[in-house]
């Protein structure tokens, strides 16, 4: 495949769900909210040619174990649905440090990662004292990421950067303090990568945040951000909600469920 346009092809693999109360979701809790609301759990590939990214790695089978979620696959064997190995991961975009989105990295061996400066000062320093904000960290995911510092592993950004033609990084915060998303250039558009900034769709379009949350500020500014940076609101992904597997043309495997996020959505939102 050739992509003169600095294009990317990006993949939502899902490895992980959970079955919640709707009531978890939100942070202003509605009298309506009745009911299970799943979360799913996703990493996402892009792939252009030989290049090829990963955003986010997922959490292992000892992670899922200990909180309770249902691991369907492990997040980084699932590329070798698209024969691809561990190995030829160069680069990784880590959105943010919590447990479903930053373990595995020591399954990649050969590969760079990227972090928002503020995330990781997040999540070593002072903030790290208070249960409530470090519950959703995994210290051995950020023993690692400090470990690959000091290997020379890690690139740090710092604020909104360019990570090569086609990928932008999005500072967003809000859920953690150094939260990014990732803006792809695709064939239908700049399609962006909510990752938390936004868990669920209905989280962002009715203003009603998920209620793990650093600064409620920072998420709410987040959800404009988003929408000034994607092609329209159909190019916005959240980064939990199983709908997206709904909405998008399937990648045909038997390991997985798996997105094509670069294509047009193929059918409206559930209720």
Not at 197 to 207: G, K, T
Request: aromatic share 10%; with cysteine; hydrophobic share 40%.
């Amino acid at each position: 495949m050739t992509n003169p346009a600095n294009q990317y092809e990006i993949y939502a693999i899902r490895y992980a769900t959970h079955d919640r109360p709707r009531s978890s979701n939100f942070l202003q809790r509605d009298p309506h909210d009745e009911g299970s609301m799943p979360m799913d759990y996703y990493v996402w590939l892009l792939r252009s040619g030989k290049r090829l990214i990963l955003v986010d790695t997922g959490f292992n089978a000892e992670t899922a174990a200990r909180r309770s979620r249902r691991l369907l696959c492990c997040p980084i064997e699932a590329l070798s649905v698209f024969g691809i190995d561990a190995a030829q991961i160069t680069d990784v975009i880590v959105t943010h440090l919590h447990y479903d989105h930053a373990g595995n990295l020591d399954k990649l061996p050969n590969a760079r990662f990227h972090i928002q400066d503020a995330e990781v000062s997040f999540a070593t320093g002072r903030c790290m004292c208070f249960g409530a904000l470090r519950h959703a960290y995994e210290i051995d995911d950020v023993l690692d990421l400090v470990r690959y510092v000091y290997a020379d592993r890690v690139v740090f950004h710092a604020g909104d950067d360019s990570l090569e033609p086609g990928i932008e990084l999005l500072r967003i915060g809000g859920h953690t303090a150094g939260l990014q998303s990732v803006r792809v250039n695709t064939e239908r558009g700049w399609v962006v990568l909510a990752s938390d900034a936004s868990h669920y769709y209905e989280n962002m379009q009715s203003a009603r945040p998920f209620p793990i949350i650093y600064n409620l500020g920072d998420m709410l500014e987040g959800y404009r951000k988003l929408d000034a940076a994607a092609d329209s609101p159909e190019h916005i992904v959240p980064g939990h909600d199983p709908d997206v597997l709904r909405r998008y043309p399937a990648w045909p495997n038997e390991l997985t469920a798996i997105a094509c996020l670069h294509q047009a959505p193929a059918a409206a939102a559930s209720a």
